[in-house]
Protein backbone atom coordinates (compact mmCIF):
# COMPACT_ATOMS: atom_id res chain seq x y z
CA UNK A 1 0.00 0.00 0.00
CA UNK A 2 1.26 3.55 -0.82
CA UNK A 3 2.63 5.78 2.98
CA UNK A 4 0.73 8.93 2.74
CA UNK A 5 1.99 11.91 0.32
CA UNK A 6 1.26 15.21 0.54
CA UNK A 7 1.13 18.13 -2.04
CA UNK A 8 3.52 21.29 -1.69
CA UNK A 9 2.00 23.43 1.05
CA UNK A 10 1.29 19.67 2.65
CA UNK A 11 3.97 17.76 4.37
CA UNK A 12 4.24 14.16 4.62
CA UNK A 13 6.18 13.45 8.04
CA UNK A 14 7.95 10.10 7.18
CA UNK A 15 10.75 9.08 9.74
CA UNK A 16 14.20 8.84 7.81
CA UNK A 17 17.35 8.22 8.91
CA UNK A 18 20.17 11.55 9.08
CA UNK A 19 23.35 10.71 6.85
CA UNK A 20 25.32 13.78 6.05
CA UNK A 21 25.80 14.46 2.16
CA UNK A 22 27.89 17.16 2.29
CA UNK A 23 29.99 18.54 -0.48
CA UNK A 24 32.65 16.97 -2.64
CA UNK A 25 36.21 18.28 -2.70
CA UNK A 26 39.53 18.96 -0.64
CA UNK A 27 38.73 20.26 2.88
CA UNK A 28 41.47 23.53 2.23
CA UNK A 29 39.37 24.12 -0.63
CA UNK A 30 36.04 24.03 0.65
CA UNK A 31 37.43 25.93 3.95
CA UNK A 32 38.43 28.94 1.43
CA UNK A 33 34.87 28.46 0.20
CA UNK A 34 33.29 28.46 3.49
CA UNK A 35 35.15 31.46 4.50
CA UNK A 36 32.99 33.66 1.44
CA UNK A 37 30.05 32.73 2.27
CA UNK A 38 29.36 31.59 5.46
CA UNK A 39 31.31 34.36 7.26
CA UNK A 40 30.51 37.36 5.82
CA UNK A 41 28.00 38.68 8.32
CA UNK A 42 29.96 37.85 11.23
CA UNK A 43 33.14 38.82 9.44
CA UNK A 44 32.14 42.06 8.93
CA UNK A 45 30.71 43.04 12.40
CA UNK A 46 33.98 44.47 13.69
CA UNK A 47 33.19 47.55 11.42
CA UNK A 48 30.11 48.51 13.56
CA UNK A 49 30.22 45.89 17.18
CA UNK A 50 33.03 48.45 18.97
CA UNK A 51 31.81 51.75 18.13
CA UNK A 52 28.18 51.04 18.60
CA UNK A 53 29.31 50.27 22.01
CA UNK A 54 30.24 53.33 22.99
CA UNK A 55 28.81 55.61 20.94
CA UNK A 56 25.62 54.01 20.57
CA UNK A 57 22.11 54.23 21.75
CA UNK A 58 22.96 52.57 25.29
CA UNK A 59 26.62 54.41 25.50
CA UNK A 60 29.66 52.98 27.86
CA UNK A 61 31.54 55.05 29.47
CA UNK A 62 34.92 54.86 27.58
CA UNK A 63 37.45 53.94 30.28
CA UNK A 64 39.62 50.83 30.77
CA UNK A 65 36.65 49.03 32.98
CA UNK A 66 34.37 49.12 30.20
CA UNK A 67 36.80 48.42 27.47
CA UNK A 68 38.03 45.37 28.77
CA UNK A 69 34.80 44.34 30.21
CA UNK A 70 33.51 44.25 26.37
CA UNK A 71 36.23 42.26 24.87
CA UNK A 72 36.50 40.06 27.40
CA UNK A 73 32.18 39.94 27.13
CA UNK A 74 32.20 39.32 23.39
CA UNK A 75 34.68 37.08 23.07
CA UNK A 76 33.24 34.40 25.71
CA UNK A 77 30.04 34.81 23.60
CA UNK A 78 31.97 33.89 20.40
CA UNK A 79 33.38 30.75 22.30
CA UNK A 80 30.06 30.28 24.15
CA UNK A 81 27.37 30.82 21.20
CA UNK A 82 29.64 30.00 18.24
CA UNK A 83 31.85 28.09 19.28
CA UNK A 84 30.38 25.80 21.79
CA UNK A 85 26.67 25.97 20.79
CA UNK A 86 26.69 26.08 16.72
CA UNK A 87 29.70 24.58 16.04
CA UNK A 88 30.03 22.17 18.17
CA UNK A 89 26.47 20.91 18.96
CA UNK A 90 23.90 22.16 16.84
CA UNK A 91 25.71 21.38 13.48
CA UNK A 92 25.06 18.03 14.62
CA UNK A 93 21.79 18.14 13.82
CA UNK A 94 22.05 17.53 10.00
CA UNK A 95 19.14 16.51 8.06
CA UNK A 96 20.75 14.35 5.73
CA UNK A 97 23.58 17.44 5.52
CA UNK A 98 21.64 20.31 5.76
CA UNK A 99 21.23 22.68 8.36
CA UNK A 100 19.12 25.81 9.52
CA UNK A 101 16.19 26.40 11.22
CA UNK A 102 14.06 24.78 8.87
CA UNK A 103 15.88 21.53 8.57
CA UNK A 104 15.92 21.35 11.75
CA UNK A 105 12.58 21.85 12.12
CA UNK A 106 11.65 18.91 9.97
CA UNK A 107 14.41 16.91 11.40
CA UNK A 108 12.63 17.46 14.77
CA UNK A 109 9.34 17.02 13.76
CA UNK A 110 9.71 13.20 12.71
CA UNK A 111 9.94 12.50 16.40
CA UNK A 112 7.93 14.47 18.46
CA UNK A 113 4.85 14.74 15.28
CA UNK A 114 1.51 14.00 17.23
CA UNK A 115 2.37 14.82 20.77
CA UNK A 116 0.77 17.12 22.42
CA UNK A 117 3.39 20.38 21.85
CA UNK A 118 4.36 19.55 18.75
CA UNK A 119 2.20 22.53 17.44
CA UNK A 120 4.08 25.12 19.70
CA UNK A 121 7.70 24.00 18.41
CA UNK A 122 6.32 24.08 14.79
CA UNK A 123 4.73 27.59 15.08
CA UNK A 124 8.51 28.56 16.92
CA UNK A 125 10.06 27.33 14.46
CA UNK A 126 8.20 29.19 11.83
CA UNK A 127 8.66 32.28 13.63
CA UNK A 128 12.25 31.58 13.58
CA UNK A 129 11.76 31.39 10.01
CA UNK A 130 10.00 34.98 9.83
CA UNK A 131 12.95 36.60 12.04
CA UNK A 132 15.23 35.16 9.54
CA UNK A 133 13.53 37.01 6.64
CA UNK A 134 13.63 40.22 9.24
CA UNK A 135 17.50 39.67 9.36
CA UNK A 136 17.72 39.03 5.51
CA UNK A 137 16.15 42.84 4.73
CA UNK A 138 18.90 44.31 7.81
CA UNK A 139 21.92 42.48 6.91
CA UNK A 140 22.55 44.39 3.60
CA UNK A 141 21.44 47.56 4.86
CA UNK A 142 23.81 47.68 7.70
CA UNK A 143 26.81 45.65 6.33
CA UNK A 144 26.73 48.08 3.33
CA UNK A 145 26.25 51.09 5.31
CA UNK A 146 28.63 50.21 8.17
CA UNK A 147 31.64 49.98 5.29
CA UNK A 148 30.81 52.46 3.19
CA UNK A 149 30.39 55.15 6.43
CA UNK A 150 33.70 54.65 6.17
CA UNK A 151 34.53 57.29 3.19
CA UNK A 152 32.98 60.19 6.20
CA UNK A 153 35.33 58.64 8.43
CA UNK A 154 38.44 59.37 6.11
CA UNK A 155 36.87 62.30 4.45
CA UNK A 156 33.86 63.89 6.73
CA UNK A 157 33.38 66.37 3.44
CA UNK A 158 31.18 63.55 1.73
CA UNK A 159 29.40 62.40 4.45
CA UNK A 160 25.94 63.64 2.73
CA UNK A 161 27.38 61.38 -0.38
CA UNK A 162 27.21 57.75 2.01
CA UNK A 163 23.55 57.04 1.84
CA UNK A 164 23.17 57.47 -2.43
CA UNK A 165 26.51 55.08 -2.63
CA UNK A 166 25.22 52.43 -0.12
CA UNK A 167 21.62 52.86 -2.38
CA UNK A 168 23.77 52.36 -5.78
CA UNK A 169 25.67 49.26 -4.57
CA UNK A 170 22.32 47.43 -3.14
CA UNK A 171 20.51 48.41 -6.29
CA UNK A 172 23.43 46.88 -8.53
CA UNK A 173 23.55 43.47 -6.18
CA UNK A 174 20.20 42.92 -6.43
CA UNK A 175 20.13 43.32 -10.51
CA UNK A 176 22.21 40.95 -11.34
CA UNK A 177 21.05 38.31 -8.79
CA UNK A 178 19.07 36.88 -12.04
CA UNK A 179 21.86 36.20 -13.75
CA UNK A 180 23.50 33.77 -10.84
CA UNK A 181 26.21 34.44 -9.18
CA UNK A 182 28.30 30.98 -9.27
CA UNK A 183 31.58 33.19 -11.34
CA UNK A 184 31.83 35.61 -8.54
CA UNK A 185 31.26 33.16 -5.92
CA UNK A 186 34.12 31.95 -6.99
CA UNK A 187 36.09 35.44 -5.55
CA UNK A 188 34.51 35.12 -2.36
CA UNK A 189 36.27 32.56 -0.55
CA UNK A 190 40.19 34.28 -1.72
CA UNK A 191 38.29 37.83 -1.02
CA UNK A 192 37.18 37.28 2.27
CA UNK A 193 40.63 34.85 3.26
CA UNK A 194 42.88 38.95 2.10
CA UNK A 195 39.53 40.56 4.73
CA UNK A 196 40.38 38.33 7.58
CA UNK A 197 44.25 38.05 7.20
CA UNK A 198 44.20 42.42 7.02
CA UNK A 199 41.67 42.65 9.63
CA UNK A 200 43.98 40.24 12.07
CA UNK A 201 47.51 42.20 11.12
CA UNK A 202 45.89 45.35 11.78
CA UNK A 203 44.80 44.05 15.47
CA UNK A 204 48.16 42.92 16.24
CA UNK A 205 50.02 46.38 15.29
CA UNK A 206 46.97 47.95 17.39
CA UNK A 207 48.27 44.94 20.37
CA UNK A 208 51.84 45.58 20.20
CA UNK A 209 51.24 49.36 21.15
CA UNK A 210 49.95 48.42 24.38
CA UNK A 211 50.00 44.87 24.93
CA UNK A 212 48.67 44.51 28.30
CA UNK A 213 44.90 44.73 26.06
CA UNK A 214 45.27 40.73 25.77
CA UNK A 215 44.40 40.66 29.40
CA UNK A 216 40.95 41.73 28.53
CA UNK A 217 39.80 38.15 27.30
CA UNK A 218 39.61 36.85 30.86
CA UNK A 219 36.28 36.25 31.88
CA UNK A 220 36.53 38.12 35.32
CA UNK A 221 36.91 41.59 33.04
CA UNK A 222 33.27 40.94 32.06
CA UNK A 223 32.54 40.12 35.46
CA UNK A 224 33.90 42.79 37.28
CA UNK A 225 32.09 45.22 34.93
CA UNK A 226 28.54 43.74 35.79
CA UNK A 227 29.39 43.86 39.09
CA UNK A 228 30.88 47.27 39.06
CA UNK A 229 28.01 49.08 36.51
CA UNK A 230 25.48 46.33 36.20
CA UNK A 231 22.69 48.35 34.39
CA UNK A 232 24.47 49.57 31.70
CA UNK A 233 26.46 46.44 31.51
CA UNK A 234 23.22 45.02 30.87
CA UNK A 235 22.42 47.49 28.22
CA UNK A 236 25.86 47.45 26.37
CA UNK A 237 24.90 43.59 25.93
CA UNK A 238 22.41 44.97 23.04
CA UNK A 239 24.98 45.88 21.22
CA UNK A 240 28.11 43.52 22.11
CA UNK A 241 26.00 40.76 20.35
CA UNK A 242 26.42 42.61 16.95
CA UNK A 243 29.88 40.19 17.42
CA UNK A 244 28.17 36.94 17.16
CA UNK A 245 25.59 37.96 14.36
CA UNK A 246 25.82 35.65 11.62
CA UNK A 247 26.58 32.65 14.25
CA UNK A 248 23.00 30.94 12.91
CA UNK A 249 24.69 31.21 8.96
CA UNK A 250 27.36 28.30 10.23
CA UNK A 251 24.64 26.24 10.28
CA UNK A 252 22.21 26.81 7.63
CA UNK A 253 25.14 26.69 5.14
CA UNK A 254 26.33 23.62 6.31
CA UNK A 255 25.27 21.58 3.48
CA UNK A 256 26.95 23.62 1.03
CA UNK A 257 30.07 22.68 2.59
CA UNK A 258 29.91 20.09 5.38
CA UNK A 259 30.51 20.22 8.98
CA UNK A 260 34.70 20.17 8.51
CA UNK A 261 35.39 22.64 6.54
CA UNK A 262 33.16 25.12 8.34
CA UNK A 263 34.76 24.42 11.69
CA UNK A 264 38.45 24.26 9.84
CA UNK A 265 37.44 27.74 8.81
CA UNK A 266 36.05 29.37 12.37
CA UNK A 267 38.76 28.09 14.27
CA UNK A 268 41.57 28.63 12.31
CA UNK A 269 40.76 31.95 10.50
CA UNK A 270 37.81 33.74 11.32
CA UNK A 271 37.86 33.36 15.09
CA UNK A 272 41.43 34.47 16.03
CA UNK A 273 41.18 37.20 12.99
CA UNK A 274 38.14 38.84 14.98
CA UNK A 275 39.59 38.11 18.01
CA UNK A 276 42.79 39.89 17.30
CA UNK A 277 40.81 42.77 15.76
CA UNK A 278 38.43 43.48 18.43
CA UNK A 279 41.79 43.47 20.95
CA UNK A 280 43.01 45.97 18.69
CA UNK A 281 39.96 47.86 18.58
CA UNK A 282 40.57 47.80 22.54
CA UNK A 283 43.52 49.02 22.67
CA UNK A 284 43.09 51.89 20.04
CA UNK A 285 40.48 53.14 22.74
CA UNK A 286 42.56 52.71 25.37
CA UNK A 287 45.74 55.12 23.96
CA UNK A 288 43.54 57.29 21.72
CA UNK A 289 39.97 57.54 23.38
CA UNK A 290 36.88 59.29 22.27
CA UNK A 291 38.86 60.64 19.14
CA UNK A 292 38.70 56.89 17.68
CA UNK A 293 35.17 56.50 18.51
CA UNK A 294 33.86 57.55 15.19
CA UNK A 295 35.30 53.95 13.90
CA UNK A 296 38.08 52.39 15.46
CA UNK A 297 37.94 49.24 13.15
CA UNK A 298 38.74 52.49 10.10
CA UNK A 299 41.26 54.21 12.59
CA UNK A 300 43.07 50.93 12.86
CA UNK A 301 44.74 51.55 9.26
CA UNK A 302 48.00 53.87 9.10
CA UNK A 303 47.18 56.80 6.56
CA UNK A 304 48.34 54.85 3.22
CA UNK A 305 46.44 51.43 3.87
CA UNK A 306 43.15 53.74 4.57
CA UNK A 307 41.66 53.91 1.33
CA UNK A 308 42.55 50.05 0.38
CA UNK A 309 41.33 49.08 3.89
CA UNK A 310 37.61 51.01 2.79
CA UNK A 311 37.48 49.18 -0.83
CA UNK A 312 38.69 45.69 0.98
CA UNK A 313 35.88 46.52 3.47
CA UNK A 314 33.01 47.36 1.26
CA UNK A 315 33.58 44.13 -0.66
CA UNK A 316 33.46 41.87 2.41
CA UNK A 317 30.01 43.97 2.66
CA UNK A 318 29.02 43.31 -0.52
CA UNK A 319 29.71 39.53 -0.15
CA UNK A 320 27.64 39.21 3.39
CA UNK A 321 24.87 40.69 1.75
CA UNK A 322 24.92 38.13 -1.32
CA UNK A 323 25.40 35.27 1.01
CA UNK A 324 21.92 36.40 2.77
CA UNK A 325 20.17 36.80 -0.50
CA UNK A 326 21.08 33.29 -1.77
CA UNK A 327 20.32 32.07 2.29
CA UNK A 328 16.80 34.41 1.59
CA UNK A 329 16.02 32.20 -1.77
CA UNK A 330 17.32 28.86 -0.36
CA UNK A 331 14.76 29.03 2.63
CA UNK A 332 11.80 30.34 0.46
CA UNK A 333 12.34 27.39 -1.62
CA UNK A 334 12.16 25.29 1.83
CA UNK A 335 9.45 27.36 2.99
CA UNK A 336 7.76 26.35 -0.27
CA UNK A 337 8.42 23.06 0.07
CA UNK A 338 7.43 22.45 3.35
CA UNK A 339 3.78 23.76 3.02
CA UNK A 340 4.40 27.54 4.61
CA UNK A 341 4.67 29.54 1.63
CA UNK A 342 2.62 29.61 -1.37
CA UNK A 343 3.89 28.36 -5.48
CA UNK A 344 6.67 30.92 -6.46
CA UNK A 345 8.34 31.06 -9.78
CA UNK A 346 11.63 29.57 -9.21
CA UNK A 347 14.45 29.85 -11.83
CA UNK A 348 18.21 27.76 -11.67
CA UNK A 349 20.97 30.15 -12.25
CA UNK A 350 23.26 26.97 -12.77
CA UNK A 351 23.57 23.12 -13.03
CA UNK A 352 24.12 23.20 -9.52
CA UNK A 353 20.41 23.31 -7.43
CA UNK A 354 21.41 25.69 -4.74
CA UNK A 355 22.00 28.49 -7.38
CA UNK A 356 18.25 29.40 -7.62
CA UNK A 357 16.74 32.61 -8.07
CA UNK A 358 13.30 33.89 -7.20
CA UNK A 359 12.23 37.02 -8.48
CA UNK A 360 9.41 37.84 -6.39
CA UNK A 361 11.64 37.09 -2.69
CA UNK A 362 14.66 39.38 -5.07
CA UNK A 363 12.82 42.44 -5.49
CA UNK A 364 10.91 42.23 -2.50
CA UNK A 365 14.11 42.24 -0.20
CA UNK A 366 15.62 45.01 -2.58
CA UNK A 367 12.44 47.22 -2.17
CA UNK A 368 12.63 46.60 2.04
CA UNK A 369 16.64 47.04 2.08
CA UNK A 370 16.42 50.54 0.61
CA UNK A 371 13.51 51.38 2.51
CA UNK A 372 15.54 51.20 5.80
CA UNK A 373 18.81 53.02 4.21
CA UNK A 374 16.65 56.15 3.48
CA UNK A 375 14.25 55.73 6.60
CA UNK A 376 17.63 55.04 9.52
CA UNK A 377 20.18 56.81 6.76
CA UNK A 378 23.04 55.78 9.53
CA UNK A 379 24.05 51.88 10.27
CA UNK A 380 24.38 52.91 14.35
CA UNK A 381 20.40 53.56 13.99
CA UNK A 382 20.15 50.31 12.21
CA UNK A 383 22.04 47.96 14.60
CA UNK A 384 19.12 48.35 17.26
CA UNK A 385 17.13 46.62 14.72
CA UNK A 386 19.76 43.93 13.77
CA UNK A 387 19.63 42.88 17.29
CA UNK A 388 16.21 41.40 17.93
CA UNK A 389 15.90 39.58 14.85
CA UNK A 390 19.32 37.99 15.60
CA UNK A 391 19.03 37.18 19.16
CA UNK A 392 15.37 35.95 18.73
CA UNK A 393 16.40 33.56 16.27
CA UNK A 394 18.84 32.28 18.79
CA UNK A 395 16.38 31.87 21.20
CA UNK A 396 14.38 30.05 19.65
CA UNK A 397 17.14 27.62 18.21
CA UNK A 398 17.55 26.86 22.31
CA UNK A 399 14.13 25.51 22.84
CA UNK A 400 14.63 22.54 19.02
CA UNK A 401 17.97 21.80 20.59
CA UNK A 402 16.41 21.25 23.21
CA UNK A 403 14.18 18.80 21.50
CA UNK A 404 17.43 17.17 19.57
CA UNK A 405 19.25 16.59 23.17
CA UNK A 406 16.30 14.68 25.15
CA UNK A 407 13.95 13.49 22.24
CA UNK A 408 16.45 12.62 19.13
CA UNK A 409 19.78 12.27 21.02
CA UNK A 410 18.89 11.19 24.45
CA UNK A 411 21.90 12.95 26.43
CA UNK A 412 21.39 12.53 29.87
CA UNK A 413 19.88 15.25 31.86
CA UNK A 414 23.48 16.17 34.07
CA UNK A 415 24.88 17.00 30.56
CA UNK A 416 22.19 18.41 28.89
CA UNK A 417 20.36 20.75 31.31
CA UNK A 418 23.54 22.39 32.45
CA UNK A 419 24.45 23.56 28.97
CA UNK A 420 20.97 24.63 27.72
CA UNK A 421 20.84 26.76 30.61
CA UNK A 422 24.15 28.58 29.89
CA UNK A 423 23.00 29.10 26.33
CA UNK A 424 19.13 30.48 27.34
CA UNK A 425 20.56 32.19 29.79
CA UNK A 426 23.05 34.25 27.85
CA UNK A 427 20.66 34.49 24.62
CA UNK A 428 17.80 35.50 27.01
CA UNK A 429 20.04 38.75 28.23
CA UNK A 430 20.92 39.34 24.57
CA UNK A 431 16.98 39.26 24.10
CA UNK A 432 16.36 41.07 27.31
CA UNK A 433 18.98 44.10 26.34
CA UNK A 434 17.84 44.33 22.71
CA UNK A 435 14.44 44.23 23.61
CA UNK A 436 15.19 48.02 25.32
CA UNK A 437 15.81 49.05 22.03
CA UNK A 438 12.31 48.58 20.70
CA UNK A 439 11.98 52.49 20.40
CA UNK A 440 15.22 52.67 18.88
CA UNK A 441 14.02 51.08 15.73
CA UNK A 442 13.92 47.47 17.53
CA UNK A 443 9.99 47.02 16.70
CA UNK A 444 11.51 46.60 12.89
CA UNK A 445 12.40 42.85 12.73
CA UNK A 446 9.24 42.75 15.34
CA UNK A 447 6.70 44.21 12.74
CA UNK A 448 8.18 42.20 9.92
CA UNK A 449 8.69 38.93 11.53
CA UNK A 450 4.77 39.02 12.76
CA UNK A 451 3.84 40.48 9.76
CA UNK A 452 5.79 37.33 7.70
CA UNK A 453 4.50 34.84 10.44
CA UNK A 454 1.05 35.58 10.13
CA UNK A 455 1.06 34.82 6.09
CA UNK A 456 3.49 31.57 6.45
CA UNK A 457 1.07 30.24 9.49
CA UNK A 458 -2.32 31.37 7.48
CA UNK A 459 -1.18 29.58 4.19
CA UNK A 460 0.02 26.69 5.95
CA UNK A 461 -3.22 27.10 8.04
CA UNK A 462 -5.36 28.01 5.00
CA UNK A 463 -4.16 24.52 2.87
CA UNK A 464 -4.97 22.31 5.42
CA UNK A 465 -8.63 23.45 5.73
CA UNK A 466 -9.44 23.18 1.90
CA UNK A 467 -7.82 20.09 2.03
CA UNK A 468 -10.45 18.89 4.63
CA UNK A 469 -13.09 20.79 2.75
CA UNK A 470 -12.28 18.93 -0.45
CA UNK A 471 -11.94 15.65 1.13
CA UNK A 472 -15.97 16.04 2.61
CA UNK A 473 -17.78 13.56 0.42
CA UNK A 474 -15.34 12.30 -1.73
CA UNK A 475 -15.63 9.00 -3.54
CA UNK A 476 -12.84 6.60 -3.05
CA UNK A 477 -10.68 5.87 -5.74
CA UNK A 478 -10.87 2.02 -5.36
CA UNK A 479 -14.56 2.09 -5.82
CA UNK A 480 -14.79 4.83 -8.90
CA UNK A 481 -11.77 2.32 -10.74
CA UNK A 482 -13.94 -0.37 -10.48
CA UNK A 483 -17.34 1.56 -11.76
CA UNK A 484 -16.28 4.32 -14.18
CA UNK A 485 -13.92 1.94 -16.51
CA UNK A 486 -17.11 0.80 -18.28
CA UNK A 487 -19.23 4.00 -18.23
CA UNK A 488 -17.24 6.35 -20.61
CA UNK A 489 -15.16 5.42 -23.58
CA UNK A 490 -11.99 4.96 -23.66
CA UNK A 491 -9.62 6.94 -25.92
CA UNK A 492 -6.32 6.58 -27.00
CA UNK A 493 -2.85 7.95 -24.47
CA UNK A 494 -2.60 8.84 -20.77
CA UNK A 495 -4.42 11.41 -18.26
CA UNK A 496 -2.74 12.06 -15.53
CA UNK A 497 -4.47 13.86 -13.08
CA UNK A 498 -3.09 16.03 -10.22
CA UNK A 499 -4.14 15.54 -7.02
CA UNK A 500 -3.26 17.20 -3.63
CA UNK A 501 -5.39 15.02 -1.33
CA UNK A 502 -4.67 11.68 -0.08
CA UNK A 503 -7.40 10.17 -0.96
CA UNK A 504 -10.36 10.12 -3.02
CA UNK A 505 -10.98 11.29 -6.70
CA UNK A 506 -9.78 14.54 -7.90
CA UNK A 507 -12.39 16.98 -8.49
CA UNK A 508 -10.45 17.56 -12.34
CA UNK A 509 -11.01 13.68 -13.09
CA UNK A 510 -14.89 13.81 -12.20
CA UNK A 511 -15.07 16.82 -13.92
CA UNK A 512 -13.63 15.55 -17.09
CA UNK A 513 -15.96 12.40 -17.04
CA UNK A 514 -18.84 14.59 -16.42
CA UNK A 515 -18.36 16.71 -19.55
CA UNK A 516 -16.46 15.31 -21.90
CA UNK A 517 -17.72 11.99 -21.35
CA UNK A 518 -14.22 10.09 -21.95
CA UNK A 519 -11.46 8.41 -19.99
CA UNK A 520 -7.85 7.99 -21.38
CA UNK A 521 -6.63 4.23 -21.50
CA UNK A 522 -3.88 5.14 -18.85
CA UNK A 523 -5.66 6.80 -16.05
CA UNK A 524 -2.97 7.82 -13.23
CA UNK A 525 -3.38 9.86 -10.31
CA UNK A 526 -0.83 11.42 -9.08
CA UNK A 527 0.28 13.05 -5.49
CA UNK A 528 3.45 15.12 -4.81
CA UNK A 529 4.87 14.34 -1.52
CA UNK A 530 7.34 16.50 0.30
CA UNK A 531 9.39 14.64 2.29
CA UNK A 532 10.79 16.17 6.16
CA UNK A 533 14.66 15.46 4.48
CA UNK A 534 16.26 17.44 2.03
CA UNK A 535 17.33 15.11 -0.91
CA UNK A 536 15.91 11.77 -1.75
CA UNK A 537 17.71 8.80 -3.68
CA UNK A 538 16.30 7.41 -6.49
CA UNK A 539 15.04 4.45 -5.14
CA UNK A 540 12.90 6.15 -2.74
CA UNK A 541 11.32 8.44 -5.53
CA UNK A 542 8.08 6.79 -6.70
CA UNK A 543 5.30 4.49 -5.13
CA UNK A 544 2.25 3.20 -7.20
CA UNK A 545 -0.54 0.86 -7.16
CA UNK A 546 -2.32 -0.78 -10.42
CA UNK A 547 -5.88 -0.92 -9.63
CA UNK A 548 -6.63 -2.83 -12.99
CA UNK A 549 -8.96 -1.88 -15.90
CA UNK A 550 -5.70 1.02 -16.95
CA UNK A 551 -6.28 3.07 -13.59
CA UNK A 552 -3.44 4.13 -11.29
CA UNK A 553 -2.41 6.13 -8.05
CA UNK A 554 0.96 7.31 -8.05
CA UNK A 555 3.26 9.68 -5.50
CA UNK A 556 6.38 11.72 -6.32
CA UNK A 557 8.42 12.28 -3.17
CA UNK A 558 10.46 15.07 -3.40
CA UNK A 559 13.15 16.66 -0.85
CA UNK A 560 12.56 19.63 0.11
CA UNK A 561 15.80 21.01 -1.32
CA UNK A 562 14.98 19.43 -4.49
CA UNK A 563 13.50 20.95 -8.15
CA UNK A 564 9.81 19.54 -8.10
CA UNK A 565 10.03 18.48 -12.09
CA UNK A 566 7.66 15.93 -12.65
CA UNK A 567 8.32 15.10 -16.40
CA UNK A 568 12.08 14.18 -15.15
CA UNK A 569 11.13 11.97 -12.30
CA UNK A 570 8.23 10.09 -14.76
CA UNK A 571 11.21 8.90 -16.91
CA UNK A 572 11.73 6.00 -17.22
CA UNK A 573 8.42 5.01 -15.20
CA UNK A 574 6.27 2.49 -17.35
CA UNK A 575 2.73 1.89 -17.40
CA UNK A 576 1.35 -1.77 -18.37
CA UNK A 577 5.19 -2.27 -19.49
CA UNK A 578 4.84 1.21 -21.97
CA UNK A 579 6.74 4.12 -21.05
CA UNK A 580 5.38 7.22 -20.35
CA UNK A 581 5.59 9.10 -23.53
CA UNK A 582 5.03 13.18 -22.92
CA UNK A 583 3.91 13.71 -26.06
CA UNK A 584 0.80 11.09 -25.60
CA UNK A 585 0.30 12.26 -21.86
CA UNK A 586 -2.23 14.82 -20.61
CA UNK A 587 -1.84 16.44 -17.38
CA UNK A 588 -5.76 17.48 -15.96
CA UNK A 589 -4.96 20.32 -13.14
CA UNK A 590 -7.77 21.78 -10.46
CA UNK A 591 -7.61 25.03 -10.33
CA UNK A 592 -9.80 25.89 -7.39
CA UNK A 593 -11.47 29.52 -6.22
CA UNK A 594 -11.43 29.91 -2.59
CA UNK A 595 -14.68 31.09 -1.07
CA UNK A 596 -14.40 32.80 2.26
CA UNK A 597 -17.14 31.42 5.18
CA UNK A 598 -18.41 31.37 8.64
CA UNK A 599 -17.40 28.06 8.73
CA UNK A 600 -15.07 27.52 12.05
CA UNK A 601 -11.68 27.40 11.21
CA UNK A 602 -9.72 30.98 10.29
CA UNK A 603 -11.23 34.29 10.71
CA UNK A 604 -12.91 35.74 7.93
CA UNK A 605 -9.71 38.24 7.76
CA UNK A 606 -7.44 35.59 7.22
CA UNK A 607 -9.79 33.75 4.88
CA UNK A 608 -9.19 36.65 2.31
CA UNK A 609 -6.24 37.09 2.75
CA UNK A 610 -5.28 32.74 2.15
CA UNK A 611 -7.49 33.53 -1.13
CA UNK A 612 -5.65 36.38 -1.75
CA UNK A 613 -2.00 34.27 -1.70
CA UNK A 614 -3.72 31.34 -3.30
CA UNK A 615 -4.51 33.86 -6.33
CA UNK A 616 -1.14 35.48 -6.72
CA UNK A 617 0.64 31.78 -6.18
CA UNK A 618 2.90 30.54 -9.34
CA UNK A 619 0.61 28.16 -11.17
CA UNK A 620 0.70 24.45 -11.19
CA UNK A 621 1.95 24.40 -14.45
CA UNK A 622 5.44 26.64 -13.73
CA UNK A 623 6.14 25.50 -10.10
CA UNK A 624 5.89 21.57 -11.73
CA UNK A 625 7.70 21.99 -15.00
CA UNK A 626 4.47 20.39 -16.83
CA UNK A 627 4.93 20.70 -20.75
CA UNK A 628 2.75 24.05 -21.90
CA UNK A 629 1.12 22.29 -24.00
CA UNK A 630 0.14 19.09 -22.28
CA UNK A 631 -1.99 21.18 -19.95
CA UNK A 632 -5.36 21.18 -19.17
CA UNK A 633 -6.91 23.31 -16.22
CA UNK A 634 -10.25 22.32 -14.82
CA UNK A 635 -11.80 25.10 -11.92
CA UNK A 636 -13.93 24.46 -8.67
CA UNK A 637 -15.01 26.31 -6.28
CA UNK A 638 -13.95 25.64 -2.19
CA UNK A 639 -15.24 26.95 0.62
CA UNK A 640 -13.32 26.88 4.21
Do not use: C
Not at 312 to 319: G, R
Not at 370 to 385: D, Q
Not at 501 to 524: C, D, F, Q, W, Y
Amino acid sequence: MMQPVAQPGETDKVEHSSTHQGSHGGLPKLALGAMGVVFGDIGTSPLYAMRDTFAGHHRLPLDQLHVYGIISLMFWSMMVIVTLKYVSIIMRADNRGEGGSLALLALVNQHISGKRWSAGIVLLGVFATSLFYGDSMITPAVSVMGAIEGLAVYEPGMHGAVVPMVVVILIGLFLIQSRGTAKVAAFFGPVMLVYFAVIAVLGVMSILEHPGVIAALSPHFAAAMFVADPMRGFLAMGSAVLAVTGAEALYADMGHFGRPPIRLSWLAIVLPSLVLNYLGQASLLVRVGAPALASPFYFLAPEWFQWPLLGLASLAAIIASQAVITGAFSVTQQAIQLGFIPRMSIKYTSVNAGQIYIPVINWALMIAVILLVFVFKESSNLTAAYGIAVTGAMMIDNFLLAVMLFVVWKWAKWLAIPLLVIFTLLDFGYLSANLTKIPDGGWVPLVMGLAIFTLLTTWSKGRALMRASMAEGTIPFEVFAKSAHSSAQRVAGTAIFMSSTRGGVPSALLHNIKHNKVLHERVVVLTIAIQDVPVLEDGERIEMKNFGQGFYKMAIKFGFLEDTDVPSALKGVTLDGEPIDMMKTSFFLSRQTLIASSKPGMAIWREKLFAWMMRNAASAMEFFRLPVNRVVELGSQVEI
